[in-house]
Antibody, heavy 122, light 108 residues
Framework: EVQLVQSGAEGKKPGESLKISCKSSGQSFTSYWISWVRQTPGKGLEWLGIIYPGDSQTRYSPAFEGHVSISVDKSIDTAYLQWSSLKASDSGIYYC???????????????WGQGTTVTVSS | EIVLTQSPGTLSLSPGERATLSCRAS???????LAWYQQRPGQAPRLLIYGASSRATAIPDRFSGSGSGTDFTLTISRLDPEDFAVYFCQQYGSSPFTFGGGTKVEIK
């Protein structure tokens, strides 16, 4: 069974850094694009960006570019989303999700992680 | 950026009834790269439909998607009690891959 397992909930202060993870199992990790999606009560679902683990190609939403960084470690089948300086507005549930076609992101998100809740508060 | 507008915001129906959900895009969605997701409380979204009309693996055939260009529809032919949830559309033809605001299907 294909699974994406995310790291646990985080509570941080504004200005702190954070790196959350998404570990893949049961699939060829390097063959599928991975997206990161945020969910908040106020703005709903927002797409942050995407990475191809095979060669680390990334694309970002303009709304998040420069504020978050997406990376992978192929040796442990894990994708990451990180911040160098958190803001209160970064609070939300963050999901990683797989695009369901090998080597191609022109497909819906067919496998989702369980979500990581990030709370940023002073 | 393509803005997706879903309507209605809330749909109040009874089990066994038909549900029709709309997703309208601010620009043409290339190659009908549009997906529908279901989200139940406390769970991650689940892919129902991709390519506007193709059902994802293990999705019951009471779910169907249609449309092209800027207008798309998700139809649930007969609502099962487990179908009462929130539904989102997403376009993945043009970066950034945007989501609609969601339609909540609630029990009348």
């Amino acid at each position: 069974e294909v699974q994406l397992v995310q790291s646990g909930a985080e509570g941080k202060k504004p200005g702190e850094s954070l790196k959350i993870s998404c570990k893949s199992s049961g699939q060829s990790f390097t063959s599928y694009w991975i997206s990161w999606v945020r969910q908040t009560p106020g703005k709903g679902l927002e797409w942050l960006g995407i990475i191809y683990p095979g060669d680390s190609q990334t694309r970002y939403s303009p709304a998040f570019e420069g504020h978050v960084s997406i990376s992978v470690d192929k040796s442990i089948d894990t994708a990451y989303l990180q911040w160098s300086s958190l803001k209160a507005s970064d609070s939300g549930i963050y999901y990683c999700a797989r695009h369901g076609l090998p080597r191609n992101y022109y497909h819906g998100l067919d496998v989702w992680g369980q979500g990581t809740t990030v709370t940023v508060s002073s | 950026e393509i803005v997706l507008t879903q309507s209605p915001g809330t749909l109040s129906l009874s089990p066994g009834e038909r549900a029709t959900l709309s997703c309208r895009a601010s620009q043409i969605v290339s190659s009908s790269f549009l997906a529908w997701y279901q989200q139940r409380p406390g769970q991650a979204p689940r892919l129902l439909i991709y390519g506007a009309s193709s059902r994802a693996t293990a999705i019951p055939d009471r779910f169907s998607g249609s449309g092209s260009g800027t207008d798309f529809t998700l139809t649930i032919s007969r609502l099962d009690p487990e179908d009462f949830a929130v539904y989102f559309c997403q376009q993945y033809g043009s970066s950034p891959f945007t989501f609609g605001g969601g339609t909540k299907v609630e029990i009348k």
